[in-house]
């Protein structure tokens, strides 16, 4: 088969790699030089341990399986099994972390409550002030800022990859064909529009009603630590936004324990993870009302440092960037990922929200296994 892949994210690029494993040519089109969104705006983490459970996690760990057999593949992913710890401080949140270890899948998503002591064996760096953690072991991580472009330097070895960047596609040209912005047309046996973020355009004239929104975040990168975070590291305040801690225990969390004001505001947690360099990837926020702020504001960033800071014991190094992103998340939060045909040929794939990174490779899976390559 020809396979057209319009999108140079990772969930495109997941969707090129299935196609060129299964002995298919493949063209991969990006309107960019190169990708620039949330596939590379993010943790890197390979999270597992906040899914819902049903579909949701079952898809989450067969992306972390992917992902570790990717990563074989292909080193410059710099996959890194490295688990994560979600540190708990008073009662409440340790009664939170309790429940998500009753949880009947609890042993897939390799859960286990650790005291302060065990958890500053699994990572030493962290030497401030808790009671216990939460570990979850399959948590990992990549590099979101190169993991593109080490897959596209394996596709191209296959010999049947094509990648056009600087071209944006205007429209579609027939069965399973589009055309682009210089007036070519791209034509295949299939097209995948994974267009992430971007839902204007060809995507608001496919679908004008389309069920997915934008979100914004801000994030943080310093300069090395000196020091290995041997784990991916979340605060207590993560337990409000993924559907895995729902319980009776998070509702009394939530109705006795409020969020600081910033973090209410911003609607935050502390999500942190090491890069290969050293540095510390820091965040997040979360925005979703239209239209999105053209700033970044230094609030959430004090509070993020502060709760980083609380749980290493020490400063964090000089920050060195500062960004912010925007993914598409389906309005249902339930579902893993919007994908639906708009053509003859043709299927749009967006909307997997911030679990995009995570369950890419999985999600592209189940697009080649539903559309018979």
Known sequence: MRVIVVGGGVVGTMHAWQAVQRGHEVVQIEREAEARGASLRNFGQIWVSGRAGGEELDTALRARELWERIGAEVPGLGFRAIGSLTPVRNAREYAVAEAAVARPDAGARGYK????????????AMRGAFEAALWCERDAAVEPRTAQLHLREALRASGRYTFLPGREVRDLAGPAAVRDDHGDIHRGDAVVLATGAWLSGLVRELVPDLPVRRVRLQMMQTAPLGEPLTTSV????????????????????????????????????????????????????????????????EDPYDHLTHVAESFLGRPLPKIRHRWAGVYAQCTDTSRVVHRQPVGEGVWLVTGPGGRGMTCSPAIAETTANELGW
Do not use: C, W
């Open 113 to 124: 409550l650790v005291t302060a002591a065990e958890a500053r064996a699994i990572n030493p």
């Open 234 to 297: 979340a605060d207590a305040d993560s337990f409000r936004y993924y559907p895995a801690y729902r319980s009776p225990a998070l509702d009394e969390l939530n109705a006795t324990q409020a969020q600081t004001p910033v973090a209410a505001a911003h609607k935050m947690q502390l999500l942190m993870v090491q890069r290969q360099d050293g540095g510390l990837t820091v965040g997040d926020t979360h925005e979703y009302e239209h239209p999105f702020a053209f700033d970044t504001v």
